[in-house]
Each structure stands twice: as C-alpha cells, then as structure tokens.
C-alpha cells in the first residue's frame, strides 16, 4: 500500500537518564565491570535508555512510543503471539515491530557507553521476534545491533555492526512453498531467545553509542513484537606483565647443615617469549634452581629451594642476600622488570668451644713426662689465648697456649 508523504514526523521518548542525557559514566573500575545500565530493564521502566521513533503518518500501532519495559506475562497486543518470558529477572524491553498505517517506521534504542582503556570488551544481548502476516503484501523487517559515532545522528554509518535479524517476506503457501526468507502468512513466527555475542575490545578508551535500530518497510503488513534482555557490555582490565616472589610462610629461614627453605617466583601473563631471571647470592647461600627460566606461554611458579653454605665460621645467627636480576627475554612487556629480592636467615651450627685431650696425663718425678692436646672448635676470627695454671705439683709448657 502506498502513501504519499506529507511529512516526517519525529516521536521521541526519553527514559530516565543518569548523568549528562544519553551518557551513562559508570565508576573507575579496576577489576571486571559492567558497563551497561540496566540491561535487564529490571528497574520497571527504561532508566539509562533513549527511545526514538521515526514515522511518516501515524505511530506504531501496539506500543506508540516504540518501546516500553513490560513484566512477565504481558499479552501485548496481539492473542496469537506469547506473553513476555523475560530470559532473566522479571522484565523485558518490548517494542511493537509493526507500522499503524503510512509506510516506514523506523525504530531506536541506545546507550552511550564509555569504555575504560585497555584490557578486553565483551559484548552480549538477547532477543525473541513473535511476527506473522495478514496478507501477501508483507515485506521484510529487520533489527539491527550498532555501535555508532555518539556524537553523530542516530542513522550515522555504523562503526560496526553487531548483529542483524530478518524476518524475511510472507507467502502464500497454498500456492508456492516458501523459500529462504519467506514463510507462510497467516502463520505466527517465534524466533525463541536468540543470544549474540560480540567483541568491542576495538573500542577501548572510547565512548561509543550501543543502538538497537528496527525498520519496518511498509504498513499494514501484519502484528509484530520485539523482546530484548540481558544486555551487556563487560569489561575486564588486562593484567601488566608482572613478577612476583612469595617466599613459604612469609619468611626464608635456613640452618647451615641442616634444613632448607624455598620461594615461589612466577608471572603474572603468559609471556610471549622465553623470560630468563639469573639470581646472585652473599655467598651464605646458594639457590637451585638458577638461572629461572619460563618458557614462552608459562607462567609458573617455580620453587627456588635456598641451602645453607655450611662453613666452619662461627658467626651466630646471621642472613644471606639473594638478588634476583631483571628479567631477560625478547618480550618486551618483560625484558627488564626487576622482581623482588629475599633475605633468607640463617642458623649457625659453629659453636665457639675449646676442647682438652685427655683430661688426665701420667708423669714420673725426675722422670717420664707426658702431653694433652687443647683444640678449638672452629678457626678464630682473632687470636686466642689461654693461661694454664697448675699447682705446685707440676709444671706446663707452652704457657701461655
């Protein structure tokens, strides 16, 4: 059915809108975020959504504003089609996907949504079309999902499409048999929930406006509705290359001879290339193994298992420094990081000690003599030395030792 047109008139409706019109802020966020709001239109109504419908002669005919939110159970406006089965919460955005009469109707929804630099962008949303035709004159419609420039018009160029659906074209199937794009009319048509997947991560670090757009090419071309639900933009920060060390029960406590400790040392991404991190010591310690070493793709941890130098030194309780050198690799996200050097303390089994052998000599006045030997434990670190002091009875040479 033709109409001539006398004019286009422009039928908006405003949601609720937080902040600037059309543009939603959400908090900084610095671990996963959604970034949409209310894309479950559980709220009620359409809070964070601008509505818009473009006609030439009269609005649509079931819902005149283009959209509205609807709880579970709405008949809408049609007997033949399902009441609203929201696929999560209670509500859903419905739109009447129908013209009243005049020709082109145009459909739109959107949310101006900024996206935080950096990390991935995963869009989601739901839809479910219930349609028919009243007669052999039904034309296509379609739905399209759109990120587009929001500082231009709503009929802007997309920047990228999200996804499209058609209805195809009504047939009379007593006639002919129905072919791609066509179905029979007369015939109630129910897509189900239908969910679609995108990737917006091109978008970081911009504000990008998210439409829904729905045309209907001529009038009279029979009831239609439109559900949408669980619409979602998520963002999720990419972790920085990183290094961390994390020494067992918080500390590194060894004993010369005796037990040893260890430390973890891992990424926090998968590198792209081989990541090589040499460690040096005081000398008080060793650490195995060394060089570490992560192959392109793993992440670890690795075990650095620390052991005591067991020297003859007496030096008490003491520490050993372990300096772990910047990273080494051909990737460049970590070439150069410096991770966290540890400090492992140490127990020593060197105990200062003078030992005399044996305790009891046999002499022979004017006669036989005899000897005992006197040891230290473990070498000075300055000179030792001891007076003797026998009685009456004897006398001992060295004396001083």
Do not use: K
Not at 195 to 216: M, Y
């Amino acid at each position: 059915m033709s109409h001539s047109i006398q004019r286009i008139m422009l039928y908006t409706t405003l949601a609720l809108i937080i902040g600037v019109l059309g543009l939603i802020v959400p908090d900084p966020v610095s671990a996963q975020a959604e970034l949409i709001v209310n894309g479950g239109f559980e709220t009620g109504d359409l809070t964070g959504w601008v509505t818009q419908v473009n006609f030439f002669f009269a609005p649509p005919y079931c819902i005149p504003t283009g959209f509205m939110a609807v709880p579970i159970g709405f008949s809408g406006c049609d007997i033949f089609m399902l009441p609203a089965q929201p696929l999560g919460g209670d509500f859903v955005a419905l739109s009447g996907f129908e013209s009243n009469g005049g020709g082109l109707v145009q459909f739109y929804m959107y949310q101006d949504v900024v996206i935080p630099a950096g990390g991935t962008v995963a869009f989601t949303f739901s839809y479910r079309a219930q349609y028919y035709s009243q007669g052999s004159w039904f034309l296509n419609r379609f739905m399209e999902a759109r990120v587009i420039d929001p500082l231009g018009p709503v009929d802007a160029i997309p920047l990228q499409l999200l996804h499209r659906f058609d209805t195809g074209i009504g047939v009379n199937c007593s006639i002919v048999t129905p072919g791609p794009g066509q179905f029979c009319e007369g015939e109630v048509q129910n897509t189900g929930w239908v969910t679609v997947n995108a990737d917006l991560s091109a978008f970081a670090g911009q504000t990008i406006r998210l439409l829904f757009f729905q045309e209907v090419p001529t009038s009279l071309n029979g009831p239609a509705l439109l559900e949408y639900d669980e619409i979602s933009i998520i963002h999720t920060p990419t972790t920085p290359a990183g290094i961390t060390v994390t020494e067992s029960g918080g500390s590194t406590d060894i004993v010369e001879g005796g037990a040893t400790d260890t430390f973890d040392v891992a990424l926090t991404t998968p590198p792209l290339d081989t990541v090589t991190i040499n460690m040096l010591t005081d000398g008080q310690c060793t650490v195995a193994p060394n060089p570490i070493v992560f192959a392109a793709g793993e992440v670890g941890p690795v075990a650095v298992t620390v052991t005591a130098v067991d020297d003859t030194d007496i030096e008490g309780a003491h520490t050993c420094d372990i300096v772990l050198q910047p990273a080494v690799s051909a990737d460049l996200n970590y070439n150069g990081i410096d991770p966290a050097d540890v400090t492992a303390n140490i127990t020593d089994n060197d105990i200062a000690a003078i030992n005399v052998a044996p305790v009891i000599v046999n002499i022979v006045e004017g006669g036989a003599t005899d000897t005992f030997d006197i040891t230290l434990d473990a070498p000075p670190t300055a000179q030792v030395s001891i007076t003797l002091v026998p009685d009456a009875q004897c006398t001992v040479a060295p004396n001083p030792v």
